[in-house]
């Protein structure tokens, strides 16, 4: 059993499950805390604006995937750019004080979104059915972010 997750079709499900299982307690969990913290403490018109503009790429990638999977490949490295970029921004450097628990959440949120993307562009061969099958569950699973993000 051990030699068979190590590599082959069972390691890519159960890497697939733990992220989708791991996302959505993740996802439940800031719409949770952001409901019992009432209004943000500040807009961030930029996350909600980049989310939507990034499902959109994301969409466009899974349904073009199986035509031209060089436009996935280039979305998923955008996806994790623009992850690293959320990140650093909410955190605010020092600049801004400790994030409440809701934005804890969501930049948590936004690292497992960049581990799946991750995992997507480097473990699965681009083009193959399970590449193209990942690139549809980042983009569901983003789009629930994205709704997530909107609807403060």
Known sequence: MRRALRSGPRREVVLAAAWAVLFTLLLALRVVLQRAEGSPAAPREWLQLGAVALSVLLVLAA???????????????????????????????????????AEQVLIALVGVHAVGAIVVSDELSTGTPPWRMGLWALALSFGMLTISLVAR
């Open 63 to 101: 349904g073009l995937g199986s035509r031209a999977p060089v436009v996935g490949r280039v979305v998923l490295r955008v996806e994790q750019a623009a992850a690293f970029v959320a990140i650093t921004r909410l955190l605010g450097l020092g600049a801004h004080p400790d994030p409440g628990r």
